[in-house]
């Protein structure tokens, strides 16, 4: 009955090397739940919009246009013309266009970035959306005025 006891030598490098590859294995998982664990809550927030019809004042000329966007909680739900005069659509022909084709893109899939402007009307469509982000910051904040 004799116990044989038995010495273990570890090299100092060796050690050194498995808490580096210990400590960089525990970063890369820090790091990559900290990217990919918390998505949901921020996508959920930016989209979130308080419901109603919001406007933007867009200056066409001498006269003043509202777009009117309306939205409940989640999406765009409607975007049209307010003041919209025979006037101003006859200076203006590519106007309602211009904006039927961005409510229809954005009443698909309410997404800015993905946006495809027609070249007859690029500058009129920019401006249109740009106008629509103006009344959806509005929305968002709810410091615009629903109606």
């Not at 927030?45 to 867009?58: E, I, V």
């Not at 909680?73 to 904006?99: C, H, R, V, W």
């Amino acid at each position: 009955m004799s116990a044989k006891t038995k010495i273990v030598v570890l090299r100092m490098k060796n050690i050194v090397y498995t808490i580096i590859i210990i400590a960089l294995l525990l970063f890369l998982l820090i790091m990559a739940w900290l990217m990919f664990g918390n998505k949901k809550e921020t996508t959920s927030q930016s989209t979130t919009y308080y419901p109603g019809k919001y406007s933007a004042s867009l200056q066409v000329g001498d006269s003043p246009i509202e777009v009117i966007v309306t939205v409940n909680d989640k999406k765009i739900t409607g975007i049209d013309f307010e003041n919209l005069s025979k006037t101003i659509a006859t200076a203006y022909p590519l106007m309602q266009p211009a904006l039927e084709s961005i409510a229809n893109q954005l009443l698909k899939d309410c997404d800015f970035s993905s946006l495809t402007y027609d070249d007859s009307m690029k500058y009129t469509q920019k401006v249109l959306v740009q106008t629509i982000k103006r009344a959806l910051t509005k929305a968002q904040n709810s410091s615009g005025i629903a109606t």
